[in-house]
């Protein structure tokens, strides 16, 4: 018989990895008859619709163990399967004693970076490093996801304790036609940038790229995201430099936002995915993405957009005037860009693979039962 699948998810802000977890549910519900979304709000979002998988939204510990508990019972006789994440593997694990816990990761973790996880013990958010966590808890998990090549080798690399990790890239739902290019007449190279404004995004480096004196009159930078810790210090920056650069705030509908300019560019280093360039992508805008991290697994260069090194700023520069100089080629490089998304990142493609991921978590196939 099919599994039960249940997804976990710890929200502390908006963000793409929300998204991604909401369409991975519904899109896994399409295929298989039983998915539950146990959601932890601690300062995040609501789900929102999740149908046709059942949602259940917890604020606290407690809630949170009776809810996951009470889930995985419903499974009955059916095995049940947790697509669980870093910061409730271990916790799920011990909640969930009988089911196969499969934690995804959604970063491109270092030994020295440090993760919000949830203390299995008490339930409580606490920081721990990738080799600190509760490895004698987590040691029976048989496989590990990581949401990008990058972000597999990572795992692979700092927590040797894992037996196995397999790579899913996300699916992100694109428009069906390309929506209508409103962008104001201005002339300027308009670029966008999604990015909640925390230090580890690195938005200081596009501010003092586009800040160049041989482009901050032909640039315009305006970045998209919720307030982070850095915000202030970026305001300061923008002012200091007297920067082309505008803070556009959080948008519910970023592909149509999106559609209103030329390129997208981006600075992280550690993107464990990136899913705005597929979100610009189903806009037909290419993206400028640094050598780093999962970024050059999206942008194919020269074809989908543009990679540039992260350690030299003039290389940025560099590109963004390139961009400023051939807006045709730009615009050949968004259709290739939606063309990628629509063959590879697409929700549906992403459910199927952790379905057979799920169904290879119990002893014996059996026959597939039609989703309701």
């Known amino acids: 018989m099919v599994p039960h699948v249940v997804l976990t998810w710890v929200t502390?802000?908006?963000g793409g990895a929300e998204n991604s977890v909401v369409e991975l549910a519904a899109n896994l519900a399409r295929l298989v008859p039983h998915v539950d979304v146990v959601w932890w709000r601690q300062g995040g979002p609501a789900a929102g619709s999740c149908a046709p998988a059942r949602l259940h939204e917890v604020t606290d510990w407690d809630d949170y163990r009776q809810t996951l508990s009470r889930v995985c019972a419903l499974a009955d006789d059916r095995p049940a399967v947790v697509i669980s994440n870093h910061r409730t593997a271990a916790?799920?694990?011990?909640?969930a004693p009988d089911a196969r816990v499969i934690p995804v990761v959604r970063h491109v973790v270092n030994a020295q970076q440090v993760l919000r996880v949830i203390n299995p013990h008490d339930g409580d958010m606490?920081?721990?490093?990738?080799?600190e966590l509760w490895w004698e808890l987590l040691a029976s998990v048989p496989v590990?996801?990581?949401?990008?090549?990058?972000?597999?080798?990572?795992?692979?690399?700092?927590?040797p304790q894992v037996r196995f990790v397999t790579t899913i890239h996300n699916g992100v739902t694109i428009p069906a036609t390309v929506p209508a290019h409103?962008?104001?007449?201005?002339?300027r190279l308009l670029v966008a940038s999604v990015a909640r404004t925390v230090p580890w995004k690195r938005v200081d480096q596009l501010v003092r790229a586009v800040a160049d004196p041989r482009l901050s009159t032909a640039v315009r930078l305006d970045i998209f995201g919720e307030q982070g810790s850095h915000q202030s210090e970026l305001e300061g920056l923008v002012r200091e430099l007297a920067a082309p650069v505008r803070f556009m705030g959080y948008t519910d509908d970023l592909t149509q936002r999106l559609?209103?300019?030329?390129?997208?560019?981006?600075a992280a280093v550690q993107e464990g995915f990136g899913r705005a360039v597929i979100d610009a992508a189903g806009a037909a805008v290419p993206s400028l993405v640094p050598d780093a991290g999962a970024s050059p697994e999206l942008v194919i260069d020269g074809l989908t957009g543009m990679v540039y090194n992260p350690d030299d700023p003039g290389d940025l520069v560099a590109a963004l005037t390139d961009a400023l100089l051939d807006r045709k080629t730009l615009v050949?490089?968004?259709?290739?860009?939606?063309?990628?998304?629509?063959?590879?990142?697409?929700p549906g493609r992403c459910a199927a693979q952790y379905l057979t991921l799920v169904l290879g978590q119990r002893p014996t196939p059996r026959p597939l039962v039609a989703a309701q």
């Not at 606490?126 to 080799?131: C, D, W, Y």
């Open 12 to 14: 502390t802000a908006r």
């Open 144 to 159: 590990w996801v990581g949401i990008s090549q990058a972000s597999s080798a990572a795992l692979r690399t700092h927590a």
């Open 91 to 95: 916790a799920d694990v011990v909640i």
């Open 182 to 187: 409103n962008g104001p007449a201005t002339g």
């Open 332 to 346: 050949s490089m968004g259709k290739a860009a939606r063309a990628l998304a629509e063959g590879w990142y697409t």
């Open 126 to 131: 606490v920081e721990r490093t990738i080799g």
């Open 259 to 266: 559609s209103e300019y030329d390129l997208l560019a981006t």
